[in-house]
Nanobody, 124 residues
Framework: QGRLVESGGGLVQPGGSLRLSCAAS????????MGWFRQAPGKERVFVAG????????YYADSVKGRFTVSRDNAKSTVTLQMNSLKPEDTAVYYC?????????????????WGQGTQVTVSS
């Protein structure tokens, strides 16, 4: 069936960094597009970053551009989201997602595999 498991969340002060990882298992996600989404309390889930299966192209929400970097290692079946210069408004549950044939990486309905999420809290 395939399973995605996020890790690396936690509490960090404003201006700090966190590195989220998404480990895939149970099936090959090599040719899948991968995305990161986040959901803050009381808000809808929104797109954060995406990466093509070959890593040739990455996509970012305007709110994280220049601060976050998405990457993947197909040999290790992992996707990473490096988050720098974190702000309180980055506080949310972060989800890893996978899908095939995705054109618009920002639409969560296009992804058919999701992780359980990891909490990121940015606070002093």
């Amino acid at each position: 069936q395939g399973r995605l498991v996020e890790s690396g969340g936690g509490l960090v002060q404003p201006g700090g960094s966190l590195r989220l990882s998404c480990a895939a298992s149970g099936r090959t996600f090599t040719y899948y597009a991968m995305g990161w989404f986040r959901q803050a309390p009381g808000k809808e889930r929104v797109f954060v970053a995406g990466i093509t299966w070959s890593s040739s192209t990455t996509y970012y929400a305007d709110s994280v551009k220049g601060r976050f970097t998405v990457s993947r290692d197909n040999a290790k079946s992992t996707v990473t989201l490096q988050m720098n210069s974190l702000k309180p408004e980055d506080t949310a549950v972060y989800y890893c997602a996978a899908g095939r044939g995705i054109i618009d990486y920002t639409r969560d309905v296009k992804y058919d595999h999701w992780g359980q999420g990891t909490q990121v809290t940015v606070s002093s």
